[in-house]
Structures are given as structure tokens and as C-alpha cells.
């Protein structure tokens, strides 16, 4: 693929990216409510003066299409703003959780993809086996879940009854001076039911897609050339089959990728994961509106980010597309 | 097989009844419209024969379920009837599911039916307005426009339409771009018809079926975003809705399943049930996959 | 699946021996676990117990507290009053030292009373502060404009955290001073990491100017906003002390847990008071009678027993129970459905009517469930009211500052003297629209005003005390407000602990003697 | 002399909605090396079913084979274990498949896919696979085949992918090709090519070819037998000029006046009047007999059999009862 080709991409991403800003901006600040009640709110009361001199710290006083050419101007030069609420820079505070939220992000991603293209692609074999029945109805169920309520249950589950697994937090903070490898070890250990259950509506979507794609793809002729040439059936299903079957898995990998930070808010609500999904509900509530902008701002980004590299990966999947814009 | 390509000379139907007669036999569809049957004649008619104010307290807190014969289902946090929230839990969710799924559906053809059938510049505007709308994160997005308006189920349902539309349009335009070619389009065009009779009379009737499986789907998922919204506090806190009730019992999980469960089981029955019936309905629609 | 479980399974071993083993030396560390997410670490600039915690571990101040309410020698190893009570003059220790090396001096306190007065939310602290005087490095006069017996609790850790002048005095407004969130004090711990909203790990400060303490090595301060994983974490051992716990649930469920023990000492000087407040300014409440008709038909008894599960006090009084200053003669008001209908009529209200309810959003217990309560309770006295919820609390502050409610449950703070945290609510010259805690009631009344205003400045304990009294008779007569309970704060910790801190502010205090007795 | 491969009273059968259909109802064929069989009919006949049959890939489910033997070389293929299927195609019995648009896997290169196939049967290392892959491309005819080695397939043309197909084929140098409609998704330039090219391997690895057609006009040109199929049965078996020449069966005359005759006056192309009928619908009596003009009573009750009755083997009881 050509660099030009990404370089637009890119740039195109970016655009985007401008629109949510500019788009945040005035949606937040023409809602009703003046943001210095709300800072000196949380300060504890405050009078006619402090609001005063709290207006004129963040700049609120000024006409609202300079606080948007402002905003932006700043955006651009990497600065998101102070937090209403937080005596931070709101990049500090997204820095602080970016990392929690890719994690959980991406390691439900890679266990659905993985879990449920493998299921897909076992119940595929058997268009009307008990495995493809299972298949259907497993789908069906982990897209009727609601996410909160699977995580709610399996803390109940898991809290009591079988306390192998940790269902809040991310990392023990007695651990916090052990050494690295414990630290990795404890952190997965805390991953477990979080990412399962985010992972597993999409796994139950995954499932389903591949094997219907994968149904498509072993009815296709080069697949018939597969098996002509004595290949295994092995080679079939996992070398020629799924190559192909993978192209709209990826498609919708990418499109999910939205709903997947949607899907991690909840869970990172309900397993109490210091992510960047619990900073925007919290922020939301405490109408911290430069951090509700900075999250929506990360969180679009590593959408367009997703959808970005979901377009290479297609372009180095399907050889057809390459060379092409 | 390649023997059964001659079939359709033999047997003709249209294409509704057979789809109809498709839908008919397929047992899971059946039972998720007999499942959603249940639950809607529940949540309009449940209060005639379980007459209860959701909101008010009635007995200790945190009754067990099966315990008290007047709270089949136990009590919440306050001592309020859980079945009562139960029965008159599920209007506001279902109507905020159809409701949004009704605004997405709107909103979503007709820029679809717009980008689809003018093409050019209209289809590059729409779209790259789709993408904007795609990039940003759903739950996130509604939960921002609910809290800045004020939660109501009006704001809600028009919160979930407004991040939801994308893949409506999406569809629409495929649906479009692939009927416009056709030669019924082309006779229509030809006898003079008018482009918004064309849209809106000629294709659009023939793009149906897969949009019809898409409302569907749209409804469960809307009814899903409800659920989630109201879990973390941002629903109509004046209606009883099942969202609300996980949202509100959550803190006591620990010591109370039931006020969670319950809803939880409620939410999940009628999604499920509305999967059911979108997949029947995409099985019936969709004659590559009769086979299967 | 399988292999991952058993996989996870091996790991959770690894960790859980890991874990087990005491992973701390000598002083060991200290997790408290909150709900309350601190905007930053700097209790001068602002109010409440979730920046008061660690800011009272990072920050020394002039005095210190024991659980009798009478002061004790902190930065200040001695302090006089003058006769007039116009000026206090403090005598610091010589030998204290901020976290970055250098001394504390009576220039610092001068510029952090200063910097408090200017900037904290409870005006009325430091209010009658004219000047403060630095004869020498480790002397300050503080000179009063008017007697000011509260001035001694203000010195409080709590309240008066000793900055450093040379970090915080560059110029920058004090309210968002970088600083504040990477905090220098001369107190027990040093910060060593502030992930705001999730963790906030103080390490033991080695050139702490009280020899031998602190005992710990560390405090982590871990926040968990979901009741119930806080609780799972305080039963697993990954926190070991939970102050402020105040649902009844949480309480009942921690008593069970055979390494914690639950008090409720410690909360004396926070004096926290669940009310329902009245716009006294609006149509239907002007008239007192319609007050009394509310109060008469509200059950304490109802609330505090069977909602908060006999876990909260029962409150007669806007100055906390506990306090030396309360008078117990105070009418109660007890329920009266009768007594409350007739007043109603009285009123002109015999056919009832209509009002809406405002509640902090926060923990349902105190707050919604009872507003929920006097809904189905005051339509027996032919009140129809409708729960108006907030979804977070800048609305919810929006409309009570606004004065745009009628009804609402509110929690508020007697922090110790009623100078601070009880006047504030009925002085007619604090009725300021916009500022939440102020008095919304718009409650006026022209001897209450006199009554607090005297107590203000008057220096004799019991003449303060018989001024006080008045005060509150009338105000129960006039129920601007009508107080339920005290919230019924607990703290949990783990048995092994020793000295936790149950003095007046409770854990808003210094941690410098807790320990582990192993 | 026994046949290479020898197919005797094949039955396939195939589970449908419609219920059990049978698909090939004994069909019984053989070829020698060296020759080339032709097998016309028209779609839905049953060609391309013999010929996934015979290489062991009937799916299963839906399909079943019922009955009958197929042997390649005297060894028994129907119920043959899986392994040894695995091991014979690709190597002693290998296909060209009709659609070379969409035989190839569009996510390999076409160098790999020759590769595979030469590396599933001989014990060589890929590199050296994928430079007889190039050899093989340059052997069917593909210029500067190293480039095109590396090119996918949607790179090239439809007689391209054919030749990369034919290479495929003949990578192991099978003893039975069977080519199921090599030519008709192809132009008519390239078809000649594409029969060139099929003789002159014929020619080189001495295999046996299967050649499935509908098209009379290729018989004629590749096939030294032909076996004419309908409706899931052989109706009539010969040589291929006698078949041309003289067909028997008003099923074979049809297809043979089908046949545009260059410098025939009149252009207008004859017919077969009606379609195949679907094989779930199959009566007790001759499946042609609805599109034959010399239908009796009898052809709508009775199956006629193969056997020579005139110039050669047809199944029709008009032959056999000389009405034709």
C-alpha cells in the first residue's frame, strides 16, 4: 500500500478529529448552566467574587466562538485544558488512565476475535452440527446480555463463592513495590473478569460472524481447489478458509472497535477499573466539561486510530484492495 | 447445488409469502415473538392482575423473593415492591427501545436514501457526516447529550436515535445504490416519475427487507443503551424502568442478588426475544441462506 | 478457555501467597479506602473530608486536637491569648522542616492563614483576621478585629495546613496553584503519587519534627466510588481502614468480618447533620405553620430505625448532638400525623397541596431514600410531593444555590465550632444566590442574627453556651430546616491496627502514631 | 485391457429440502491412459457430480454416494479412507475447474498455490516448490512466468488463471486429469489455446483426460470417446466420431444440431425445446421424454437402458424399438 494512501488516511482522520472537537465545544457550552457554579460548587460554596475570579481564570467571560477558537487553538498545540474538577491538566488525567483502557480494550478484543472466530470456524465444519447450534445460540444470548448486568453477576459470582479471581480494581496496591513480574501477574489476574466480560458479547457476535462466513467461504470454488490438491483438512479450514472468512471479521472488528469503548465504560463502571471510561462517567456527573471534551476527544481518536489500522490490516489481508485508494 | 437452479420455473411465489412461510417455520422466531408476546402483554396488562405502585415502600427492605406471597419477587433497597417494578418496569424501556429505534430508522433512511440515490456530492457529504457520527463513541456520546438536556425518556430515546443512525444510513445507501441499478428503476425513471417518488415509492419498498431486520435488531440494541444509561444513573429517575432498577440496587449486590437479577433477566428475555424474531425475519428475507 | 482458566487460576496462587506473606517491613503500610475523590491535596483552599485526609498527613498546623475537644501543642508547642481576645500569639517549634529541606517559619503560618482566609470556602474561619505579625522565625501574632473563640479549632489540621510560603507565595491564585496537587508540607507523609480519582500513596516523611513518628512506612489512600467493591475490598484485605462509612448495609456487613472492628468515634468535630431544608422565601413555606406541619409528620423514629437500620442518631438540632454546644430542652417535634393536619388547616392548606423534593445526589440511604419516604409519609397529611432527582450534584447545587426548590434533603457540616460550620446556614447577611451552603433557606429572622453574632465574639464558655441555646429554640420554632439524623459515620479498620485515630476530626487528623502491632 | 479408471454403477444421492434426490443413478465410465473421454450434457446433468465423485468430494453431508465402484487402477475409491483420498488428489487424479475467475484463492500468490500443491505430494523444500511452480508456469505457456509467480490472482487474466489452474493440475503429473469445462468461462481465442495446451500435456505426461463439456464443438476437437449424459444417467457411450456423426439418442442428435456448422447456410440455431427437469421431480419413465418429439406411452413409464441397439450404446426405447 502506498504512503500517500495512509498520509490521506491520516489526514482525513484528523479532520474528523477537528470536527469532534469543534462539535463538543458547542454542544457543551450551550447546554444550560454556567461551569463557574459548578467549579465553586465543588470547591465547597463560593461567593459572587470567587465566581468572578473563577470566570476569569478559565476563561468563561470571553464570547463563546473565542472560548471555541481558543479551545481549538489549544487542542492543536496538544493542550486539552485544565480540569473543572481536578486541580489537573485534563491530559495528565487521561494520560493516567489511557493505559488501563487499552488494556482491557484490546485484551477483549484479541480474546472475542480469537474465541469466537475459533467456535465460528469449529461450528462452520458442521453447518447443522450441535457445535453451529450452540454457536447460534450462544451469539444470540451474549448479544442479549446487557454487558453491566453479565459483569454485576459475575461479581456476585466471583466475590463469594469462588474467590479465585479479584472483581474490582485493577492491581493490589500492596503490591504496588513488588517486583515487575508480580505486578504483571497481579494485573492479569485483576483482568480476568473484565475483559471476559466485555469480551463476551463481541466473542457471541464474532462467533456468529465467522461462521457465516466461513459457511460462505468453503462453499467457494478455490476452496474446492484446496481440497482437489489433497490438501488437509486443516490447511482447508485454517490456511484458505479463514484467510478469506477474515476479511469480514475485520470489517466489523474495526466498526465494533466504537462500541467496544462504549462496552468498557460500563465495565469499567461496574469492575471499578481505573480507566478512562470511569474518568467521562465521573466527569460527566461533576459537569467537568474540558475533561468530558478531552475523553470524548481520546476516545474518538482511538476510534479513528482503530479504523485506521483496521483499513491496512484489510489491505494486507486482501490483496485486491491493495494498490488501490 | 447447481441441479436446483431451475426450481424457481417450477414454483413461483411472492417473494413476502414466501418469506412468510419462511418465518413460519422457523421455530426459534416463533418462540422469540411468542417470548416478546409475553412480556409486552406483561407490561400493558400485568398491573390488572398485580396492582402496585413501583415507587412506594411496602415492606422491610430486601425481602427475599418466594418469601412474603404479596412481593412474589422480594423487595429493593427501600422496601419497595420488586414486581411491581417488574411489571411496570418494562413499558418506559420497551417504549424508549421502539421509540429511539423509530428516530434511527427515520433519521438513518433518509440520509441514506438520499447519499444512495443522488450519488455525488449529496453521498459525499452524507457519508463523510456518517463517518463523523461513527467516530464517535456511542454510549459516550448519549450519555453527554442526556445529562446536558436533562434525563427524560424523550432525551433519552433521542440520545440513542442520534448515535445510532449511522448504520441505518449505511444500509440504506448500500440498498439503494444496488436497486437504483435495476430495470424496474430504470422504467420508472423512463415513464417520468418524479425522484422523490422514485425514492420513497419505488425503491425504497424493495429496500425493505433488510432494513426491516435491521429495525429489529435496532430495537434490541436500543433497548440495551436504555438499560445502560439508567444503569449508571442517567435514565428518568421519576419512571421506574428496569435499567433503574440494576442501576439503583447495584450498591448492594453483595447482600441482595434478586433487585438486580431480576431486571437484568427481564432485559435480557426481551432482547433476546427481539434477536430471535430480526433473525428469523433475515432468514426469511435473505434466500441464500434457506438452505442452511 | 480451559488452559486460560487453569492458567489464571495458577497466577491467582502465585499472587495470593505473595500476598499473604507480610510484603511490609517494620512500619508497614496503611490502606484507607474512600469513596470521596479529593479535587486535590490542599485543605486550605478547600472544604471537605475527602481533601482533609491526606492533606491533614501532608500538612502540619499550628495545634492539634484530642478527643476532648481541647487543644494540644503541634507546630505550635505553646500559644497565649490576650485578654482582649484580640490577639493570639503562637510559639512554633524551632526544629520543623518542610519536605524539601527547608524550615518552617512563622512566616509560612502568617502566609498560610492568610492564603486560607482569602481563599477557603468557610468565610467565617479566619474572618476577624486583621494581620498577622512575625516578630521573630518562630513567632506569630495573630491580631483580631473582634474576640473570635473559634479561632482555636480553625487551627486545626483540618483547617489550617501550614504551606509553605516559598512554593505556594510565587504569585499563582492559591485555588489552582499547581502545588496543590503535588503538595510540600512539614506533616507526617510526603506524597509520593497522585493518580487523581484512583490512588494517592504518602510515604513516611524521615525529618518529621516529632521524634520517633510517624510509625508507618506508608498511607495509600485508594478511591472506590461502588459501595460494594469497596466493602470486597476491605474483606479481602486489600484496605485496611474505611472511614466515613455511613450506610447501614455496608456497617452491618463489615461488623461480620472477623479481622475489622467498626467505631463510631471520630467524627465529633465533623458534626455532619441530615436535614430537610424549607425555601422559607417561597409561596406555600413562608407560612412556619406549614413547616411545622412537615416536621410533625416526619417519623425520626420511622428513618432512623427502619431505613438507616438503627445505624443513624436521631437529630433534634442544627448544632450536632455531640457538640458541648447543643441544648437538649430543643422541641423535637415528635410525629403528630393529628397535630400536623390541624396545623395544615390552620394554614389554609385543608385540602392540601402540592410541593417537589431535592436531594443531594450521593448515597441513597440518607438522602433519596428519605426523600422517597416523605413522599409516600406526607401524603397523609394531604401533601402530594413529587422527588425531584438530580442526576449529579452541579444540578442539584444549581437549584438549591439558585433557590429554585422547595423541599430538599441536604447534608451539612458543623466542622467542629458553630462559627464555622452552623452559622453560616442561618445569618440572614449569608443569604447569597448562587452559592450552595449558604443560607438557601433565606431563612431571616433578626434575633437569630443577634443571638449568633454575640456568640460569635463572646469568650466565656457558658455564656457562649446560653447563646447558643436561644438560638437553637428558636430555630426549632421556626423550622427554617428540619434536622433528621446525624449521618451515622463508621470506621472500619483491621483489628492488628493500633492508635486509629478517633479523636474529634477522626482520620482528618494526623496518622502519625498508628501502627501495626505485629 | 482393464481401464485406469473405471466408474460402474455410480449412485449419488443428495438430502434436500425436497427431500432425497438422486443425482447420478448408475453411471458407469471408464478411460484409458493416453485417451481423452469427453462427457457432454447440459448443466444439472450430472458431469461436474461425476467428476467431484470421482475425486472424493461429494460433501458429505448433503451428498451420499449409494452405490457403485470406482476404481483407479484397480483400487477402490468409493469408501476409501480420507488420508489415502487426500494422498491421490492433487497427485494421480487431478481437476481443472470451470470458473478459473474464482478456483484460485485470491489472498495467495498464484506461485504459492502451485507451490502447496507440488509441496502436499513430493518431498521438496519451498523454495525449490516454488521454482518448479515457475517452471511449470513457464511449461503452460505464461510469459515471464517469475513475475507472474509472485502476482495474485485477480492480477491476471481468465486465460492466465486457467494456464496457473492447468499448472496446478498437472504439478505432480497425475495419471487421470479431469477438466470440468476448462474453456467456458473463456473466450473463444482463448479456449483453442487452453485445448492446445491440454493436448500438448496429454502428450507429454501421458494422462488420462476427463473432459466435461457441454459443448459439442470441443468433443470434437479433444474427446476420442464420448459418453453423453442426461438427467443423472450415461444415455448414450461411443466413440467420438461416431457420436457425431451418427447420434442415437434424440437427446445426442439435439446436442449435435446445437452445433453452429461453419459455412451452413442457414445461421439460426436449433434448439432442444424445454429445460432438464429438477431431478426431485423425476418419474418412473424417461427423463427426456418431455422434451422428445418421439414419445410414447411407454417412455413415460419405463426407464430404457443403455445397450446397443443400433450404431452404438444409447438408452432411448425409440432406438430400441427403431422408431428413429
Known amino acids: 500500500m502506498s504512503s500517500s494512501y495512509l498520509l490521506r488516511r491520516t489526514g482525513y482522520g484528523l479532520l474528523l478529529m477537528l470536527g469532534v472537537v469543534v462539535l463538543n465545544f458547542l454542544l457543551i457550552r450551550l447546554a444550560p448552566g454556567d461551569p463557574a457554579v459548578v467549579i465553586a460548587g465543588e470547591m465547597g460554596g463560593a461567593t459572587e467574587e470567587m465566581l468572578e475570579s473563577i470566570r476569569e481564570e478559565y476563561g468563561l467571560n470571553k464570547p463563546v466562538l473565542t472560548q471555541l477558537a481558543i479551545y481549538v487553538g489549544n487542542v492543536l498545540q496538544g493542550n486539552l485544558g485544565e480540569s473543572f474538577f481536578f486541580n489537573q491538566p485534563v491530559s495528565k488525567l487521561i494520560a493516567d488512565r489511557i493505559g488501563p483502557t487499552i488494556l482491557l480494550v484490546i485484551t477483549a478484543q484479541l480474546m472475542s476475535i480469537a474465541l469466537g472466530v475459533f467456535l465460528g470456524v469449529i461450528a462452520a465444519r458442521k453447518p447443522n452440527g450441535a457445535m453451529s447450534a450452540f454457536v447460534s445460540v450462544f451469539a444470540t444470548i451474549g448479544y442479549a446480555v446487557p454487558v453491566f448486568w453479565t459483569g454485576i453477576m459475575l461479581i456476585i459470582l466471583f466475590a463469594s463463592s469462588f474467590p479465585i479471581f479479584p472483581v474490582e480494581g485493577m492491581q493490589s496496591v500492596k503490591l504496588r513495590d513488588a517486583a515487575w513480574y508480580v505486578q504483571t501477574i497481579d494485573i492479569l489476574h485483576h483482568l480476568v473478569l473484565p475483559a471476559f466480560t466485555l469480551a463476551i458479547i463481541y466473542l457471541a457476535q464474532y462467533a456468529r460472524l465467522s461462521r457465516a462466513s466461513m459457511l460462505e467461504v468453503l462453499g467457494s470454488d478455490y476452496i474446492r481447489t484446496a481440497r482437489a490438491k489433497g490438501a488437509s483438512e486443516k490447511s482447508v479450514l485454517f490456511k484458505h478458509a479463514l484467510r478469506n472468512a477474515a476479511l469480514p471479521i475485520l470489517t466489523v472488528a474495526g466498526l465494533q472497535f466504537g462500541n467496544l469503548i462504549s462496552g468498557a465504560l460500563l465495565v469499567e463502571t461496574v469492575f471499578n477499573w481505573p480507566g478512562m471510561g470511569r474518568l467521562a462517567f465521573d466527569s460527566i456527573l461533576r459537569r467537568d466539561y474540558p475533561t468530558i471534551m478531552g475523553v470524548l476527544f481520546f476516545a474518538s481518536a482511538m476510534v479513528v486510530i482503530a479504523n485506521i489500522l483496521t483499513d491496512i490490516s484489510y489491505r494486507w489481508a486482501d490483496p485486491r484492495l491493495r494498490g488501490r485508494s | 447445488m447447481t441441479d436446483q437452479t431451475t426450481q424457481s420455473s417450477y414454483k413461483a411465489e411472492s417473494p413476502a409469502l414466501e418469506a412468510w412461510r419462511m418465518f413460519r417455520r422457523n421455530i426459534p422466531a416463533l418462540v422469540g415473538v411468542a417470548l416478546l408476546a409475553v412480556i409486552v402483554g406483561a407490561t400493558l396488562y400485568g398491573t390488572f392482575f398485580y396492582a402496585g405502585d413501583p415507587f412506594e415502600v411496602v415492606w422491610a427492605p430486601h425481602e427475599p423473593p418466594g418469601v412474603t406471597p404479596d412481593f412474589p419477587l422480594g423487595t429493593d433497597y427501600l422496601g419497595r415492591n420488586l414486581m411491581a417494578g417488574m411489571l411496570t418496569g418494562g413499558g418506559p424501556t420497551l417504549t424508549v427501545g421502539a421509540a429511539a429505534a423509530a428516530i434511527t430508522m427515520v433519521i438513518g433512511i433518509t440520509l441514506g436514501a438520499l447519499a444512495g440515490y443522488y450519488g455525488g456530492w449529496v453521498d459525499n457529504l452524507l457519508m463523510r457526516i456518517t463517518e463523523f457520527f461513527q467516530v464517535l463513541p456511542a454510549l459516550l456520546f448519549a450519555m453527554v447529550l442526556v445529562t446536558l438536556f436533562s434525563p427524560s425518556l424523550w432525551t433519552i430515546a433521542i440520545a440513542i436515535g442520534v448515535v445510532s443512525w449511522p448504520q441505518t444510513a449505511r444500509l440504506t445507501r448500500a440498498e439503494f445504490l444496488k436497486i437504483k441499478e435495476l430495470e424496474y428503476v430504470t422504467a420508472a425513471r423512463a415513464i417520468g416519475a418524479r425522484n422523490k417518488r422514485i425514492i420513497w415509492r419505488v425503491i425504497l419498498p424493495n429496500a425493505m427487507p433488510p432494513l426491516i431486520v435491521s429495525a429489529t435488531l435496532t430495537i434490541g440494541v436500543a433497548i440495551l443503551f436504555e438499560a445502560g444509561l439508567s444503569f449508571l444513573g442517567l435514565g428518568d429517575p421519576n419512571v421506574m424502568s428496569w435499567g433503574l432498577m440494576i442501576g439503583a440496587n447495584r450498591e448492594y449486590i453483595l447482600d441482595a442478588w434478586w433487585p438486580v437479577t431480576f431486571p437484568g433477566l427481564a432485559i435480557f428475555f426481551t432482547v433476546f426475544a427481539v434477536s430471535l424474531i430480526g433473525d428469523g425475519l433475515n432468514d426469511a428475507f435473505n434466500p441464500k441462506l434457506r438452505e442452511r | 478457555m480451559k488452559l486460560m482458566t487453569r492458567l489464571m487460576g495458577a497466577a491467582a496462587i502465585a499472587v495470593g501467597s505473595l500476598a499473604s506473606t507480610p510484603a511490609f517491613a517494620e512500619g508497614g503500610t496503611l490502606v484507607i479506602a474512600s469513596t470521596q475523590v479529593p479535587r486535590h491535596l490542599n485543605g486550605a483552599v478547600q472544604s471537605g473530608i475527602a481533601t482533609a485526609v491526606p492533606s491533614t498527613q501532608i500538612f502540619a498546623s499550628p495545634l492539634r486536637y484530642d478527643e476532648n475537644w481541647e487543644p494540644q501543642p503541634y507546630l505550635a508547642k505553646s500559644w497565649d491569648i490576650s485578654e482582649d481576645g484580640l490577639s493570639v500569639t503562637l510559639n512554633l517549634v ?332 442561618y445569618l440572614s447577611s449569608n443569604i447569597r444566590k448562587g452559592v450552595i451552603w449558604s443560607n438557601t433557606q433565606q431563612y431571616a429572622n433578626a434575633k437569630v442574627d443577634e443571638l449568633l453574632n454575640a456568640a460569635a465574639v463572646e469568650q466565656d464558655a457558658d455564656k457562649r453556651k446560653a447563646l447558643y441555646a436561644e438560638f437553637q429554640q428558636i430555630v426549632a420554632q421556626d423550622v427554617p430546616i428540619y434536622w433528621i439524623n446525624s449521618l451515622p459515620y463508621h470506621t472500619a479498620y483491621d483489628k492488628k491496627l493500633k492508635n486509629v485515630p478517633t479523636g474529634i476530626w477522626g482520620t482528618m487528623h494526623p496518622m502519625d502514631m498508628v501502627e501495626w502491632s505485629e | 485391457m482393464s481401464a485406469l479408471l473405471a466408474i460402474e454403477d455410480l449412485r449419488v444421492t443428495f438430502n434436500t429440502r425436497y427431500g432425497q434426490v438422486t443425482a447420478l443413478d448408475g453411471v458407469s465410465l471408464h478411460v484409458n491412459a493416453g485417451e481423452t473421454l469427453g462427457v457432454v450434457g447440459e448443466s444439472g446433468c450430472g458431469k461436474s457430480i461425476t467428476a467431484l465423485a470421482t475425486m472424493g468430494l461429494i460433501p458429505m453431508p448433503p451428498g451420499r454416494i449409494a452405490g457403485g465402484s470406482i476404481r483407479l487402477e484397480g483400487e477402490e475409491l468409493v ?77 491476471l487474466s481468465g486465460g492466465m488463471r486457467q494456464r496457473v489452474m492447468i499448472a496446478m493440475a498437472v504439478s505432480c503429473r497425475p495419471k487421470v486429469l479431469i477438466a470440468d469445462e476448462p474453456t467456458t468461462a473463456l473466450d473463444v481465442t482463448v479456449q483453442a489455446q487452453i485445448f492446445d495446451l491440454l493436448n500438448e500435456i496429454q502428450r507429454d505426461f501421458g494422462a488420462a483426460i476427463i473432459l466435461i463439456t457441454h459443448d459439442m464443438g470441443a468433443i470434437s476437437e479433444m474427446a476420442d470417446r464420448v459418453a453423453v449424459m442426461y438427467a443423472g444417467r450415461v444415455i448414450e457411450e461411443a466413440q467420438a466420431d461416431d457420436v457425431l456423426d451418427f447420434p442415437q439418442h434424440p437427446y445426442a442428435r439435439g446436442l449435435i444440431d446445437c452445433i453452429p456448422a461453419l459455412g451452413r447456410e442457414d445461421h439460426a440455431l436449433r434448439e432442444i425445446p424445454g429445460v432438464v427437469p429438477p431431478l426431485h421431480l423425476l418419474g418412473a419413465g424417461c427423463a427426456f421424454a418431455d422434451r422428445c418429439e418421439h414419445t410414447n406411452a411407454r417412455c413415460k413409464t419405463e426407464k430404457p437402458l443403455l445397450a446397443a441397439h443400433g450404431h452404438h450404446p444409447a438408452a432411448c426405447h425409440a432406438v430400441e424399438e427403431g422408431r428413429i
Not at chain 3, 228 to 244: C, H, Q, V
Not at chain 3, 278 to 307: G, P
Not at chain 3, 315 to 321: A, F, G, K, L, T
Open chain 3, 94 to 425: 524551632d526544629n520543623a522542616t518542610f519536605h524539601d529541606g527547608k524550615p518552617v517559619t512563622s512566616e509560612d503560618v502568617a502566609f498560610s492563614i492568610m492564603t486560607t482566609k482569602e481563599n477557603h470556602p468557610f468565610k467565617s474561619m479566619f474572618a476577624p483576621v486583621e494581620s498577622i505579625e512575625t516578630p521573630d522565625a518562630h513567632t506569630a501574632v495573630i491580631k483580631l478585629s473582634q474576640p473570635h473563640p473559634a479561632l482555636l479549632l480553625a487551627l486545626s489540621p483540618a483547617l489550617a495546613p501550614v504551606l509553605p510560603k516559598h512554593v505556594f507565595g510565587d504569585g499563582q491564585d492559591a485555588k489552582s496553584h499547581p502545588a496543590n496537587s503535588a503538595p510540600v508540607g512539614s506533616g507526617p507523609f510526603m506524597l509520593d503519587e497522585f493518580k487523581a480519582g484512583e490512588v494517592i500513596v504518602l510515604k513516611k516523611n524521615p525529618n518529621f519534627f516529632l521524634e520517633g513518628r510517624p510509625k508507618l512506612d506508608e498511607i495509600i489512600v485508594r478511591i472506590i466510588k461502588d459501595p460494594s467493591a469497596l466493602l470486597i475490598a476491605m474483606e479481602n484485605g486489600e484496605a485496611d481502614i474505611y472511614p466515613f462509612m455511613a450506610g447501614s448495609q455496608e456497617i452491618r456487613r463489615l461488623e461480620k468480618a472477623d479481622h475489622l472492628a467498626i467505631t463510631d468515634q471520630g467524627y465529633a468535630a465533623v458534626g455532619p447533620i441530615n436535614w430537610l431544608a424549607f425555601n422559607t422565601a417561597s409561596e406555600k413555606l413562608k407560612d412556619v405553620r406549614v413547616r411545622q406541619a412537615i416536621a410533625y409528620a416526619t417519623d425520626r423514629d420511622f428513618i432512623t430505625k427502619a431505613l438507616h437500620r438503627g445505624v443513624s442518631k436521631q437529630q433534634r438540632s442544627p448544632i450536632i448532638e455531640s457538640s458541648p454546644f447543643f441544648d437538649e430542652t430543643i422541641p423535637a417535634y415528635d410525629t403528630d400525623l393529628d397535630k400536623a393536619k390541624a396545623l395544615m388547616a390552620e394554614a389554609g392548606y385543608a385540602d392540601g397541596m402540592d410541593l417537589t423534593i431535592d436531594y443531594i445526589p450521593g448515597p441513597k440511604e440518607q438522602q433519596q431514600s428519605v426523600a422517597e419516604y416523605l413522599k409516600s409519609q406526607l401524603k397523609k397529611i394531604g401533601i402530594n410531593l413529587t422527588v425531584r432527582a438530580a442526576p449529579d450534584f452541579p444540578t442539584w447545587a444549581g437549584r438549591v444555590g439558585g433557590h429554585d426548590f422547595e423541599l430538599t434533603m441536604d447534608v451539612v457540616f458543623n466542622w467542629g465550632d458553630p462559627v464555622i460550620g452552623v452559622h453560616r446556614t
Open chain 4, 79 to 155: 469408501g476409501a479412507a480420507p488420508a489415502r483420498m487426500r494422498g491421490l488428489r492433487g497427485a494421480d487424479i487431478a481437476m481443472i475447474f470451470q470458473e478459473p475467475m474464482t478456483s484460485l484463492n485470491p489472498v495467495f500468490t498464484v506461485g504459492a498455490q502451485i507451490a502447496e500443491a507440488i509441496m502436499l505430494h513430493q518431498k521438496v523444500s519451498p523454495d525449490q516448490a516454488f521454482k518448479d511452480a515457475i517452471a511449470l508456469l513457464d511449461r503452460v505457456g505464461i510469459p515471464s512466468p517469475d513475475a507472474r509467480a509472485r502476482d495474485y490472482p485477480h492480477q
